[in-house]
């Protein structure tokens, strides 16, 4: 069982195919890109192991030569150094202007050999294979590309689309639970910022969903890429729209900062926390009702995924310090906090009209043990 969605963007259009067994058949997804049957591919130290054989059995079976790297798992790959090491393999490999590249990985190797191909002799095609379901929902689809800089995360990049997404939902069965659910954090994301009937649709089907159901994790997968391809295709590069995306992250990326960026807090765990944190904010302004972000509370409690501050292991700076934090976001415009806030579930817009005073409030609160649910 497989559906698709597909990305209208005029030339740069893309196919996302989404179901099960797609690494064993890729070849023939494959086979209408390449001008000469040889490719490469990209992937990590945790996902090669697992998976890098079945790619490179599909495409010898089909007579498609390919060379591959590994790359370190983590973020820290989404560095100079590794998009260096990786532009430098694809020089050796002799990766041609006609040639297609393959990101088999989540969004750290979604994210780096996209920017890299998009600078490769002026641009180079590349196939998303994402692995996490974080990738399959959000970092494969929409164009984003990059890497880190010192000053902070995504720094530096471009929008260079893929040709083709291939989301196997079979891969997910090999995620650790806790990485599953960091993905999940991004899909309920979706429900909020623009459906309340997928959120509903989540509240019925998240325990089945994260339990196994491939019908259900299909179903999820198809609509959350149906909502960002609707959204890529009214605002590719950001100019408004796109923007409500980012629901949870400018709150996430303080969060993300004061913990190091380490497995303390996983980029989706900070997603769902910020986004209870943004619902949070708009019921304290007056904009929807508390019922909204009980609502979402309680659904990630039932997901088991992390929802307030205090759910995160060790000690975290102060509130003023995480407010801090917010203000070296690149969402930042003209030293205005910019913040996505919420009406009610599945209707969201972006103001930089928020006053500190609440936000440290909402902060705090979410530190504190048994305050806010
Ligand atoms: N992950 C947000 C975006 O693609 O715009």
């Not at 001008?35 to 990209?42: E, L, S």
């Not at 990049?157 to 991004?186: C, M, S």
């Not at 196994?212 to 959350?224: D, H, K, L, P, T």
Request: with cysteine; proline share 3%; net charge negative.
């Amino acid at each position: 069982m497989s559906v698709v969605v597909h990305v209208p963007l005029g030339d740069r259009s893309y196919d996302i195919h989404i179901g099960q067994g797609l690494l064993k058949k890729s070849s023939q997804y494959l086979l209408p890109f390449l001008a000469r049957p040889k490719i490469v591919i990209v992937t990590d130290s945790n996902v090669g192991p697992l998976h890098l054989t079945t790619l490179t059995g599909a495409l010898s079976e089909a007579g498609i030569e390919y060379a591959s790297l590994t790359l370190p798992a983590g973020e820290g790959t989404k560095s100079w150094k590794f998009l260096s090491e990786t532009i430098d393999f694809f020089l050796d490999e002799k990766v041609e202007r006609s040639d297609v590249v393959i990101a088999l990985g989540g969004g750290v190797i979604g994210d780096l050999v996209g920017f890299a191909t998009a600078i490769l002799r002026r641009g180079v095609d590349f196939v998303q294979i994402p692995t996490s379901l974080l990738a399959q929902v959000d970092s494969s689809v929409g164009g984003k590309t990059g890497i880190n800089a010192s000053q902070g995360k995504n720094l530096i990049g471009a929008f260079h689309q893929p040709k083709l997404v291939l989301a196997d939902i079979d891969i997910l069965e090999t995620l650790k639970p806790r990485d599953f659910l960091a993905g999940y954090g991004e899909v309920v994301k979706y429900g909020l910022l623009g459906s309340e009937r997928f959120f509903a649709w989540l509240e019925k089907n998240g325990p089945s969903l994260a339990q196994g159901n491939i019908a259900a994790r299909i179903e999820a997968v198809r609509i959350s890429c149906q909502m960002k391809a609707d959204i890529v295709e009214r605002d590719e590069t950001e100019q408004g729209e796109r923007a409500l995306l980012n629901l949870g992250h400018t709150f996430c990326h303080a969060l993300e900062a004061a913990t190091g960026y380490s497995d303390r807090l996983l980029h989706g765990e900070g997603v769902a926390i910020g986004c209870a944190l943004a619902f949070e904010t708009s019921a304290r302004l007056g904009l929807c009702a508390q019922e909204a972000p009980s609502r979402l509370r309680e659904h990630l409690r039932t997901m088991k995924i992390k929802t307030d501050i205090r759910d995160i292991e060790g000690d975290m700076p102060n509130a003023a310090k995480i407010l801090s934090l917010m203000g070296q976001d690149k969402k930042v415009v003209g030293k205005q906090l910019n913040f996505i806030l919420a009406r009610s579930i599945g209707e969201s817009f972006m103001t930089s009209d928020v006053s500190n005073k609440v936000i440290m409030a909402v902060i705090e609160d979410s530190m504190k043990s048994g305050a806010g649910s």
